[in-house]
Structures are given as C-alpha cells and as structure tokens.
C-alpha cells in the first residue's frame, strides 16, 4: 500500500481486471510487475474482485499496462466489473464443479467399497482414468495457472493443489504397475473437485461484488434525444458534446450532467441526496446523470459528458475502491511471497524424514493410529512418505490467507456504497476506526451548503458587481450572491477581468477601471448584528474603500447535531474548523453540540492544524467540501469530502459522501470497525488454521482428503465471515 498519492490532477488512473489469479501469490506476482513499470507510482491489486488500479505519469497508458501483467503471466480486461463478466465466470465455475463431481463421485463410492475389503478390479487404473480425465476438462484452469506459474519462475496455490494431485495420481500409476506403495490415485480427484468447490464459492462473491458498480452502470441511458436544429434526434448517449441540449420528458432517466435550459419538473434525487421527495427543477437549477424526471419535461444544456459525469465518476470510485488494499494486508502478502516455497521445502523434508526414517516413527505412528483413525501406520516408507508430502501440500495452500483481506474490504465498502458513501481506497477502513479526532468544516459539511443572502447594505449596481465576481467562483455563497441579484433583477455586467480567488478570503477582479473585492470584512465588528446573527458575513471593497456587504445564512443539516454526539459516544474529538467569523462559527457550532472551534482560517492554518494533532499522536479525520478543504482532506489521515463539493475535494478525500449530511461519517466510522474486526478474525484464524496443520500434517497424522477438507472449509469460513458484514452493518446502523 502506498501513501496517498500528492497530485490527482496531473495523472493518469487505470482501472482493470485481471484475468488469470488464483491467491495472493499471484497478486503479489502482478504487483511486483506492475510496480516495474515505468511511470507507475501506485500499484493495488484486489484479489477478490479480480482488478487492479494503478496511477503514475500522464503518459503511462493502458498497453504498458497491458505489457507488463502479460510478463507476469496473466492478461488484464479494461471492461468495467459488469455483472454479464461475473455472471459468466459464476457459471463457469459451477459448470467446472458439476462436471468435476460427476467423474469423484463415482470414483469415492469406489474408493470407499476398496477400503470396506470390497475390492474393485483395476482400481488404481481406473483412479488413473478418472484423474486424467477431471484435469484434462474441468480442472484444466487450475493446471493451465499452475503451468504459468512454473513458466514464470513462481508458484502460486495452484500451484500445490497440482503437486498434490500429481503426487495422489502418481501412486495410483505405480501401484497398477505392481510397485508396492499405497495408492491414494482417489485423492488425484478428490482435491482438485474440492478446489473447484472453494472456487466456485469464491465466484458467488465476486458476482455479487460487481453487482454492485452492475446497478451503478445501469442508471446511464445509452441513447438520449439530442435537440438539433429544432429537431429531436435520438443519438448515442457517448457522442454528446458539452453545451449540447438535450431533452428529457417524465419517467426518463437523467442521461448526462447539465443545466435546465427550459421547462420545469420534478427530478428524484434519492440517489444522490437520500432524500425520497422529489426537487422542483426550473431554468438554471443543476441536473445529474442517474436521476429521474418524476414529471414534467425539461430542455437541458449538457455541462458534463463521459467519464466528467457524476455517476461516471462515482462509478471509478467504486472500482478504485473495489481494488485497494488495508495496510494490515501488507503482512499477509510478505507471508504469501514465501510461503509456497517454504511449504513445499517443508513437504520435501516430511517425505525424506519418512523414507529414512521410517523404521524408527513408526511406532509412534502406530500409536497415534489408536485414536486418528485415519492414520495408515503399517503402508511402508515410500506410501507413508508420499502420504505426509500429499497432505503437507493440500493443507498449506494459502487461500483463505489470500481472501482475508480483500474479501472483507469488498463486502465492507459495498455496504457503505449502498448507504451514499464511497470509500476510495482500503487505507481509509483501517484509519477511520482508529481515527482520534475529526475536524469539520462549517459551510456544506455542518450545515446544507445552500446558502442564501438575508441581508445587505449594498446598492443594486454594487450587487451587480458582486454577482460578476462570483460568477467566476464555485464556492456556495458565490451561488447564493448570483442567485440573489436575478431575484432582485440586477443588471447582468460585463465580463470581469484579471479574477483572482484566494481560496478561504475571497475573489477580485478588475471592472470599469476599479478593482474589485468581495470576500472575509477587514474589520468583522463593523456587522455586530449579522454576526450575533450567525450570519456569514461578505464585503464588497472598489480600490481599497468599502461599499457594502452581503450577508448569508445556511441552515444546519438535520443530522448535523446527532452526529456529533456518535462521535463522541465513540470517543472520537470533535473540532470546527472554518473560514467563516467567530461570532458565526460559534453560532453554528453551538447547534451542533461542538465545543472546540477554529475560526477564520486560511487553507494553511487548517493543514496547521491538521499537523499539530498528528505530532501529538492523534489519528486525524477531516471533513469538507470545498477548495479551501482540499488541502487539510490530503494531509488528514482519512479525508472525507461531500459529494456536492468541488472536484479538487473529492479527488483530494479517502472517502466521498454521495449523498445525506454527517450521518453518512459517522457511518463510515461504524462500517470501518465492523469490517476491520472481520479482517482481524479472517487474517487470525487463516494463520491459526497453518501454523496448526502444517505440523499434523508433516508427521503425517492428516489424511490429504482431510487436509483439502479443511483448506476448503477455512477459505469458505472468511467468505462466510466476509458475507455476513452487510448484515451486521444493516443492524448497527438500525439500532
């Protein structure tokens, strides 16, 4: 896992599958690769969900990519995660299981009527059969894997479900040829049908986690009804420019970003904000890819296409997020690059003690037998040997190991993408239930983030320069000051020249001749009655002399308040950090239930602020919307940005809240934890489940048919355990 990333704008990010990976080994095959690659600075590769996701140089493309994952051994598909994708590998896998039963079933009854003394004519030939034939048809994937692997100087567990089916088929041949050895030829099938069981487990997951960016997908028209001309002409969704109009009438899904252009209707926006009621829609109010037009019609002028649209985006958030790791993984995957060679080292070794040390174990063998009933204690060296190698690699095979974390991390970051929250990278899921402190954000995050003028002492000339100003500014009280001088029907002033915008003070421009301000009062005692008010208060200044100002109110988000006591409830210290005055900070803040409040700050003072906490061993959270916050949302150690933000917060932030207030943190907070304690359990007991077997099985007190038993039981006891966090999620947030 690497650190965040320090520049969002000037990269490129690649989101891919993979095609080809069994365990964490050939994770950290590509990985390795990847991280090879020139221009590539991050590498996470999510092997739940078959992707990868990478960042580097604007000039890394998507074939260097492509290049690199082939040298590795696999093949990459820049297709998104669709459910046709999934679909079709869940059917695979189960068309592998069944045909794999169909040929061990009858093979076991078999194996079971032999060792009931109901001896089959050419028993070990017909274990030669059936083996050749489940590798050469269902299990073919599984030997094609472990074959890339060996070509490309690496194993993988594939890798040890071969050897130890090879090994099983091995005695079967020998004995039919009349060497005196055990046959265990039954087992040549047996496992591998129970590594296609755990497979076929493990892609009923993977379905259900593409489901997810599936559903997301859907909600984008393929075609929209492009007005040209005066004419209506159905067009392909993607060949839309911006600044093109199109039409939507009642029931039609919102096909692409834009403005309403003409018309008026009520637009669902459950999606986006959460809320069940519909929200009137006139000329110049913002629409959204995704959402519905409930009723009426309305002409709209497109602002935002492709990959700028906002389900577009979210939609690579969720991939980014379905393809990151947690730092706790980390320890795991230096584990897994050594394992299987270990393991297999080990094997060897158990195989050589037996053979030259038969004579001299066996008695403790035999008397193990007297209660492990499974154990074989008179079948000579060489079957005792290969029996302790066959078992030594069946159980060793680091699948659960592998599926931990990143199962875990996909159920997680799937439930709180159903709850308006996307979480962008596994880091956030383990800092966010450690976090210490958060740091809030007044405007958008606290409270709605819509204000509106109440107030001013301008002259309606002056409020005209003031909306010529904001109009430059995508901060919400340039919204609420542009928006009120339509109301009053200022006259709209020509182009604003020389705009600069100190992000957190304010915005000038040269108009007329004069130089323009409007943004924090020099002296903020000048508007006592607005600030006891708990208004936002702006100034209007021409060349250096005040004319006026603005002032702005903003209510308080519904949940706003109850939040703040569930962070504290968590032991979670809760500060205001804003660029707003005092007096309105503190108004603000006493609504909310804060006590500790930073006012008038600048971007830097919030970074300031931010560094201070962290060098006292504080784990810091920041929340904000806007560009002010982008700064503190990079240098927090979990950045959440508001959905309705800009975009230098969102790209800026660890996590996006798509939709609802405060609440949506807070969430985040218990999802974190829930999702990090089954991490935890999933990553304990898969080196419990080794650290005890790996040893039974050496002194060949574990059956290989037990060994793969239980290597499938672990593996499907972390997908279970994975699958169980939404529920658990459903029921902490409803109590």
């Known amino acids: 896992m690497s650190e965040k990333q320090s520049d969002t704008k000037n990269e490129s990010r690649l989101s891919f599958g993979i095609r080809g990976m069994t365990c964490a080994s050939c994770v950290r095959r590509v990985e390795e690769q990847l991280s090879r690659t020139p221009g590539v600075d991050f590498v996470s590769v999510n092997l739940a969900t078959e992707r990868g996701f990478v960042t580097g140089s604007p000039e890394l493309t998507m074939e260097a990519v492509d290049q690199s994952v082939r040298e590795a051994g696999y093949s990459i598909d820049t297709e998104p995660p669709g459910k046709d994708i999934a679909e079709f590998r869940f059917r695979l896998a189960r068309a592998n299981l069944f045909r794999a039963l169909l040929i061990t079933l009858p093979v076991t009854l078999l194996m079971i009527l032999h060792m009931s003394e109901i001896h089959v004519p050419g028993m070990p030939w017909i274990e030669v059969a059936s083996g050749l034939v489940l590798w050469a048809f269902p299990g073919r ?43 265990f030829g039954s087992l040549a099938t047996m496992l591998p049908a129970l590594h296609l069981t755990g497979r076929y487990v493990e892609s009923r997951l993977r379905r259900r986690a593409a489901a997810a960016i599936h559903d997301l997908m859907a909600l984008q028209p393929d075609e929209v009804d492009l007005v040209h001309e005066s004419v209506t002409v159905r067009v392909p969704a993607d060949s839309v420019k911006p600044g093109s109009l199109i039409r939507v009438r009642s029931g039609e899904r919102i096909p692409l970003d834009g403005t309403v252009d003409s018309g008026r209707g009520l637009v669902g926006e459950a999606m986006v904000s959460g809320e069940p009621t519909p929200v009137p829609k006139q000329k110049g109010d913002a629409v959204i890819s995704g959402t519905i037009l409930q009723s009426g019609s309305l002409q709209i002028a497109v602002t935002r296409v492709g990959a700028d649209t906002f389900l577009s985006r979210m939609i690579r958030l969720v991939e980014e997020a379905q393809s990151s790791k947690v730092p706790i993984q980390a320890l795991a995957d230096r584990i897994t690059l050594v394992f299987i060679p270990v393991v297999t080292a080990c094997a060897l070794v158990a195989g050589a003690v037996w053979f030259g040390a038969y004579s001299h174990l066996q008695p403790l063998l035999r008397k193990a037998a007297t209660w492990l009933p499974w154990v074989v204690w008179d079948a000579g060296a060489a079957s005792t040997a290969i029996f302790a190698i066959v078992a030594t690699l069946v159980i060793a ?60 002492t301008l002259s309606v000339e002056m409020i005209a320069v003031a909306a010529a100003l904001e109009r430059h500014s995508n901060h919400p009280l340039a919204e609420a000051v542009t928006r009120y001088a339509e109301s009053i029907h200022a006259p709209v002033l020509s182009e604003v020249e020389k705009i600069s915008e100190t992000a957190g003070r304010g915005i ?48 308080l988000r519904e949940d706003s308040a109850d939040s703040v006591a569930r962070f504290r409830k968590e032991g979670i210290r809760v500060i205001m950090v804003t660029g707003d005055h005092e007096a309105a900070a503190q108004t603000v803040a006493e609504a909310a239930g804060i006590d500790e409040v930073f006012a008038g700050l600048s971007p830097e003072d919030k970074v300031n602020i931010v560094h201070r906490l962290q060098r006292n061993g504080l784990r810091v959270g920041m929340v904000g919307d806007g560009l002010n916050d982008a700064a503190a949302l990079k240098t927090a150690d979990v950045g959440i940005a508001v959905g309705e933000g800009t975009d230098l917060a969102m790209e800026s932030a660890d996590m996006v809240i798509v939709r609802g207030g405060l609440s949506r943190v807070a969430d985040a907070v218990d999802i974190s934890r829930i999702t990090f304690r089954a991490i935890r359990q999933n990553l304990f007991w898969a080196f419990l489940y080794n650290l005890l077997a790996i040893p039974l099985a050496m002194a060949a007190l574990l059956h290989p048919l037990m060994a793969e038993a239980a290597m499938f039981f672990s593996s499907a006891n972390v997908v279970w355990n994975a699958s169980r966090i939404p529920g658990k999620v459903k029921r902490s947030l409803s109590a």
Not at 145 to 164: P, Q
């Open 397 to 456: 095979c680091p699948c659960a190991l592998g599926l931990a974390t990143p199962m875990a991390l996909t159920a997680g970051s799937g439930a709180a993408a159903q709850r308006g929250l996307i979480i962008r990278n596994g880091e956030a899921i383990q800092m966010s239930q450690e976090m210490d402190a958060l740091l809030l954000d007044k405007t958008g995050t606290l409270t709605r983030g819509h204000p509106h003028v109440v107030d001013n």
């Open 141 to 183: 994937g599984t030997l094609r894997s472990a074959w890339i692997a060996l070509v490309h100087r690496h194993t993988n567990m594939d890798s040890l479900v071969v050897m130890g089916s090879a090994a099983a088929w091995a005695t079967a041949l020998m004995n039919g040829l009349g060497t005196p050895v055990l046959s």
């Open 508 to 555: 000038s421009g040269h108009l007329h001749g004069s130089r323009f301000y409007l943004g924090r009062p020099e002296k903020a005692g000048d508007y006592p009655d607005w600030l006891r008010a708990g208004y936002t208060v702006m100034e209007l200044r021409r060349d250096g002399r005040v004319e006026g100002g603005l002032a702005a109110a903003d209510s």
